[in-house]
C-alpha cells in the first residue's frame, strides 16, 4: 500500500439517484462450497511462497517482480484461467535490483550495523570508508546549509539522525485487531489532499536538489536513521530515482535508530567513526515499461459475460524484505479467490477479471494507467465502451489481517447490498459496511473513473508497526488464518457480483484530476 | 544474566537464629540528598555511552571488555574512589573479537540476511560460498544421524532450523512492569537445579563432539535458526569455546527466523540456495586471565572500616550489541551508586566497595572466583578471616528496570531490616521483600560463601522479550528514568548498611559444591 502520495476520494454524497434495483439474496450455497473448499484444500501457503520466498523483493520492474508476475501468470494458466498475460501499462523507469551489500562500522572498533540499501540507490565505487558527519532532519532538507558545508562533505559519509530519543518499553501491543467500537466508528483513511501530495511532490524535487549538492561536494553515501527504524525493524523505501528522466543518485542507506543513535553519540564524544560500505546494484534499462498480470474466467451467461467483475491487489513491494504484507497479502488473496470460484467450476454469468498491479507503490501507476487504457479517455474524462461493462472492482492491500467489512466509499446503494451479502459471515467477523472512504491504494482508480472500487476493512495486526515497508515484511509475518479467511470472503463478493441481475450501481462519474497527473 | 547454567540457591528455610539486632532507623536525610542529587546531577547517561557505545560489545577478556574496565577504573580514580583496580580472578580464557563480518544469500537471489557470528567462532578461510543443507534441531544434536550423513556436508553450510511457526500478531506488549498482584506473589526465578546444569554441561560436550564430526566432514559454516529470533530480534551467545582447552570450533552464525525459515521453505521447493559468507575474527592467548573491576569509598569509623559493604553487577557481555541492558545496565547503577556516595562526602563508617565482574556469562566466573579468593576455601569449605568483614552484597543484574523490591534469599532477619528501609522509596514503586530467592547471577557467589548477598527485583520491561542476550542490546534500549532510580536505591541501602550500628545478620554457612566447580 502507498502511503502520503494519494488523491483525496470522489465525493462523499450519497448517491441518491441510484436505488438498489432487486432484494439481495446472496447464493448462500456457493458461499458454504467456497468456504468449504478453503478451510478443506487451501493453496494460499504455497501461493505465498512462490510470491514472496522464491520471488524476492517485487520492487516495481525488477527481475523480482518479474519473476513474481511470470509465475503469476503461469500459474493462473495452469489452474485454467483464460486471457492470463503481462499487460504493458506505458512507461515506468529503470529496473533495479541489489547484487552485492555489505556495511559496518570500522572505527572505533567493528561492529555489524543493520542498514538496507534505498531502491535505485547509486552504487559505490566498490568498498569505501569514510569517517561520518552527522546531520539534523532540519539540515539535512536545508539547501543553504549544506551547500555552505560542502567543502565538509567531500569523501563522507553524512548520516541522517534527530534524537536523541528516549529508550522507552514497550507497553502496548504492536499488533492489534479491530474492536466493535472501532468497527462502528470507522473514519475516513489514508486519504492526503491534492495539496499535500503537491507538497510531497516538492519535496521529491528538492530531494533532487539535495542529490546534486551532495555528489557535487564528492559524498561517499547518505545514511538515514529515522525514529521509527527501532526494535530491529527498518522502513526502507525511496523518494525518487526510478524515472528514466531521474539523474543518477548518490549511494543511499537506511539504518536503524539504534546504531544511528550510537554513531551520533560517538561522535559527540569525540570518536572518529569510520563506516565501511559496499553497494552494487544493477540499473538497467531495458525494458522500461510497465506490467499488470491480467487473467480471467469467463463468464458464461450470454447476455452477461461482456460484463466483467474484477478484483485485485499490487504485486510490486519495495526492496526491505519480500513484501509479504505489502502487498503478497492482497495479491495471495485474490489468486486464492480466484482459483477458488475457477477450481468449483461455478460458472459466473459476468466475465470475472483477476489484475495483480505494478507501479503501486510510486503512484498507483499500474491500476491508473489500466483505468486509462480500458475505461477512460483521461484528457477528456470521456468514458470508454468498457467502463459501462465493469460492475466493480474489488480490491486488497491493508496487509495480512483478516476482512472484518468493505469501505462503500459513500455509494449507499451498494452499502445496502454488501451489509447483505456480509451477513453470512458474521461468524468470521466481517459484519461493517462503512459509508467511509479509503485511499492510497488502487480501488481509487477505479472510482476516479466512475467504476465502483472498493477496499476491504481489514485487522490492522502488525501492519504500521512492523510490516509495512520495512525489513520485517517476509513470510512469516504472514497470518495464513486471517487470509483463509479473506479469500472466502473475496471469492463470495466476486461470485455474488459475477451472478447478480444488473450491475453494481454506481455513484456519478465526477470530473477530478488524477493523484499524480502533471506532477 | 546467565541463564540456564546456574545452581539452585542455598537453603530456603528461614534463619530463626538470628534476630534483629535493633530498631531500625534508616538515615532518611542523607536518603534525600542522594535523591536530589540523583534527580538533578545524573552522570547515568554518560556512564551508559562508555561502557555501551564507546567499549563496543563487552565478551569477557575481548578488547571490549578491556575498553569498558580500564575506563571504569580510570574514572573512579578520577572521581576520587580509592584502591580502584583491575583485579585479575583467574584463568578464564580465550580472547575474541569480530574484525569483519558479511553474510548473504546469493542465490536464489541476492539478499541480505539477519545474522551474527557466535562468540569465539573460528573464521571461515576468507568469503565462502556454500550451498545449504537443512538439519531440524532434533538432526543437529544427533551424533549418529550426523556421523552418518557427514559425506553430504562437504563444502556445505548447514542451517538449524525447525518449525515450520505460524505467523502470528504480536497481540501481548513485550515490555512489562510489575503489577501489586504480581509482587505480592513473587516465586522464586532463575534458579537451575545441579541436575539440570549438569544437563547442560553434558550438552556442552555433546556439542563439542558434534564440532568435531562436523570439522572433519567439511563443513563450511554451521548456522542457527532459533524459533526465538524472530520481529528483528536475533540472540547470540556461545556454548563453549572459550577455554584454552577448547578445540576451535567450526564457524559459526545465529540467523533470524524469518530468514532461516525462507531458506528451508525455498530448499523444500526444489530451489539451490547458496551463502556467501565472511567471518574474520582475532582470537588471542596473550593475556588468558579474567579480571573483576574494583574500586573503594573507605571507611572511616576507625572501629568500623575494616568491615564492607558491596555492590556490583557483571560487566561482561555477549557480543551481538552493547549488552545494555545485561548488563551495562547493573553496572552503569552501581557505579553511579558508588559516584553519588562519594560525591555527596557522606563519610561512611564502613568501606564501600564496588565490584563489576568479568565472566559471569560463562559461569559466575568472576564474583565465584573473588569469593574464593578472598572470602572462602573452597577446597575445605573454611572461612578466610575477610568472610567475617563483609556485611552484604548487593547485585543488579536484571535489565534496566526500575527496583519494585529485593529478594531476601531466605534471610528473615535481613527482610525484616529491608522492609524498614524500604519505606522512603514506596513513592518510588519499590516496595517489596520477597523470602524468595533467585539465582543465575552473581549475589549466587556471596550467598554460596556464606555472606549475605543480594538481588534485587526489578521490572522487566522488554529484557526477555527483546534484548537479553540480543542484537538489540543497545543504548537506546535503557530506560534512563529506571536506572536513576534504582541508582537512588542501591546508593541509600549501601550506605544505610555501611553505617548500621552492626553488620547485617546471616543465614548459617550451608556447606555445598558450587555450580561450575568439576564441570
Not at 286 to 297: C, H, R
Not at 404 to 431: C, M, S, V
Request: with cysteine; proline share 5%.
Amino acid at each position: 500500500m502507498k502511503l502520503n502520495l494519494i488523491l483525496t476520494g470522489l465525493a462523499l454524497a450519497a448517491c441518491s439517484t441510484i436505488t438498489m434495483a432487486q432484494q439481495e439474496n446472496p447464493d448462500t450455497a456457493v458461499f458454504r462450497r467456497i468456504r468449504n473448499a478453503e478451510m478443506n484444500s487451501s493453496q494460499i501457503p504455497q501461493i505465498a511462497h512462490y510470491l514472496t520466498d522464491v520471488s524476492g523483493p517485487r520492487l516495481t520492474n525488477s527481475p523480482g517482480y518479474k519473476r513474481a508476475a511470470d509465475w503469476a501468470v503461469a500459474t493462473m494458466k495452469k489452474w485454467g484461467l483464460a486471457n492470463t498475460t503481462l499487460e504493458p501499462w506505458g512507461e515506468f523507469g529503470k529496473q533495479w535490483e541489489i547484487n552485492d551489500f555489505s556495511i559496518s562500522m570500522t572505527a572505533p572498533y567493528s561492529a555489524q550495523l543493520r542498514a538496507y540499501p534505498v531502491p535505485w540507490s547509486a552504487n559505490t565505487n566498490g568498498m569505501q570508508r569514510g569517517s561520518v558527519v552527522i546531520l539534523t532532519p532540519q539540515q539535512s532538507i536545508d539547501t543553504t546549509y549544506l551547500a555552505g558545508h560542502a567543502a565538509e562533505f567531500k569523501g563522507k559519509i553524512l548520516l541522517i539522525t534527530g534524537g536523541p530519543y528516549n529508550g522507552e518499553g514497550n507497553f502496548k501491543p504492536t499488533a492489534t485487531r479491530l474492536a466493535d467500537t472501532s468497527l462502528a466508528n470507522l473514519k475516513d483513511s489514508y486519504l492526503v489532499s491534492r495539496k499535500e501530495i503537491e507538497g510531497a511532490f516538492n519535496y521529491m524535487a528538492m530531494f533532487r536538489k539535495i542529490d546534486l549538492i551532495l555528489k557535487k561536494a564528492g559524498v561517499l553515501t547518505l545514511i538515514s536513521g529515522g525514529r521509527r527504524n527501532v526494535n530491529g525493524t527498518v522502513f526502507v523505501q525511496s523518494q525518487y530515482g526510478h524515472k528514466i528522466t531521474d539523474p543518477e543518485t548518490i549511494p543511499q542507506v537506511d539504518i536503524s535508530l539504534e546504531d544511528a543513535q550510537k554513531i551520533k553519540r560517538l561522535i559527540a564524544s569525540g570518536q572518529k567513526v569510520e563506516i565501511a560500505i559496499n553497494l552494487q546494484g544493477t540499473t538497467s534499462t531495458s525494458d522500461t515499461k510497465g506490467y499488470n498480470v491480467i487473467g480471467e474466467i469467463p463468464g458464461t451467461d450470454p447476455k452477461l459475460k461482456a460484463e466483467v467483475v474484477m478484483l485485485g491487489g499490487h504485486l510490486d513491494s519495495w526492496s526491505g524484505a519480500t513484501g509479504a504484507t505489502d502487498n503478497a497479502a492482497g495479491c495471495i488473496v485474490m489468486l486464492e479467490a480466484a482459483r477458488l470460484l475457477d477450481s468449483l467450476g461455478i460458472k459466473p454469468k459476468r466475465t470475472i477479471r483477476i489484475a495483480l498491479w505494478g507501479g503501486e507503490e510510486q503512484g498507483l501507476y499500474g491500476s491508473y494507467n489500466y483505468v486509462k487504457n480500458h475505461f477512460i479517455d483521461a484528457p477528456t474524462f470521456t468514458p470508454k465502451p468498457e467502463q459501462g461493462k465493469v460492475s466493480a472492482y474489488f480490491n486488497l492491500d491493508n496487509g495480512t489481517g483478516k476482512i472484518r467489512g468493505i469501505y462503500a466509499q459513500g455509494n449507499t446503494a451498494a452499502a445496502a447490498i454488501f451489509k447483505e451479502w456480509f451477513k453470512p459471515f458474521h461468524d468470521l467477523g466481517a459484519t461493517t459496511v462503512t459509508m467511509s472512504n479509503t485511499g492510497s491504494t488502487d480501488h481509487q482508480s477505479f472510482d476516479w473513473a466512475g467504476i465502483p472500487g472498493f477496499q476491504f476493512v481489514q485487522d490492522e495486526l502488525d501492519y504500521e508497526t512492523r510490516t509495512h515497508h520495512s525489513n520485517l515484511d517476509d513470510y512469516d509475518h504472514l497470518s495464513m488464518p486471517d487470509l483463509k479467511q479473506a479469500a472466502i470472503i473475496v471469492a463470495s463478493f466476486v461470485y455474488q457480483t459475477s451472478m447478480r441481475p444488473t450491475m453494481l450501481p454506481r455513484k456519478p462519474l465526477k470530473k477530478e484530476i488524477f493523484v499524480f497527473d502533471g506532477l
